[in-house]
């Protein structure tokens, strides 16, 4: 991904070294025998069940299982035991506890249900059926742990960005709102595991493996702790910080790491959005058990980071930090791949119009119409709520104007037949409008990568 440190200082801590040589490295007991320490979700999963909140699949055995599907009666026991809700029983509309075929859900993962349908953050299929025994999908685990974070109160619900993964259904009301979720879970702990968010989600509907939903609770709780935390943390080391904890790229963020075995092999890995981003290693001196670490953020995009360090091939620990704002070529880069997705979003439904309208009834066509008219807003809505960086405000202004002039030719004034618009004047109207969104797609991928 090209994320990278610039400066990488290895200190030898001489009197620590007096004190400290000989310290065992305190490896986190791995708590599954099927989830090895060199899997992706290990210290997700790790952290987790020591905290009571995820379980293993056969306990007997000692296994997790983590690439079986999770089920949404599962889902909600790992949110509800997350946000501290595990205790309450608020009773449920739903009535689709037991299936035929598959049996009743245990009176635990049910209350877990309730408890989730009383905050709104289950919602269900209807007013009856939540379908606990159906596996949930990928988008269905982040909108669920976002809106459960936003009524726990650690955070704020936000705007929908047509750029956040721009094929996420959007055309209801019902859809935007999912939507919506996403974008807020995006903006505090940046990506989905596996996915960049300024590109299409293509595993959206998919269901989430076991695994999968460890690294995106997880991924929220490490920045946002709901809780207390276990005593002994599994996999921290006995001293590992960084300082400072925020700051705009460029920030110098150093990595303080104390009780590695003496001489031990150091590995890193970077992540970012809940995808490693670039790793490497270095060997302390003999006697050595402590090192810092600096990492340069100068090309570094914003959002939460983690960073994770082995000793020897040992879980030693992972810290965090946020870089609050992107480089200016970063920031353009971004506001340029943005519009670009909303130009794509907008355009399908004005070529519908086009292309349909001549040739089926008014009725339909003033559905098409309207459809086109909808995309057009929600592509002005994103273009005032992403907030252009400075250096592109001449840009964001073009995108403006043009924008204007496709929306008035989708205007209200469009010719009428008996029954609905007249198709052909639609079909024309949506011809014109789409040369305009043309136009804004040509300005921005010919403009600067600084907008200048």
Known sequence: MGYRVSRLLVAVCLSLAVVLAGVALPAAAAPFSDVPASDPAYTAITELAARGIIKG??????????????????????????????????????????????????????????????????????????????????????????????????????????????NLPRGSAAERLDAQDVVTYVHYVGAAPDTQSSTAWGSYAQASTRAWFARALWQVLARFPVGPAPSTPPGNAPALSISPASGPAGTRFVVTGVGAPAGAAIGWVFSYGGVGANSGSFVLDPGMTAFTFTVASDSDPAGAWALSFKANGQPFGTVFYTITSAPASSQAAQ???????????????????????????????????GQAQDALNAFSNTLFTIHAPTQCTNLALQIAKALSEAQAWMGNDVAQGPYGVNTNDAANRAFEAMKWLQAIRTTVLNTPGTCR
Not at 79 to 108: L, S, V, Y
Not at 127 to 143: C, D, E, F, K, M
Not at 160 to 165: E, I, K, L, S
């Open 335 to 369: 506001f340029k791949a943005q519009m670009v997705a909303a130009v794509d979003l907008a355009y399908p439904s004005l070529a519908n119009v086009l292309n349909q309208c001549p040739y089926t009834g008014s009725i339909q066509c003033s559905r098409l119409y």
């Open 57 to 166: 699949c056969d306990q007997a055995a000692g296994r997790f299982c983590p690439n079986e599907p999770t089920l949404r009666a599962q889902m909600a026991a790992l949110i509800a035991r997350a946000m501290q809700w595990d205790g309450e029983d608020h009773g449920t509309q739903f009535a689709d506890r037991c299936d035929p075929a598959q049996g009743c859900i245990d009176n635990d993962l049910w209350r877990n249900v309730g408890t989730l349908q009383f905050y709104g953050v289950a919602k269900g299929f209807d007013a009856t059926s939540y379908g606990p025994h159906v596996n949930v999908a990928q988008q269905q685990v982040i909108l669920f742990i976002s809106r459960a974070m936003v009524k726990q109160g650690s955070w704020q619900r936000q705007p929908d960005n047509a750029g956040v993964y721009p």
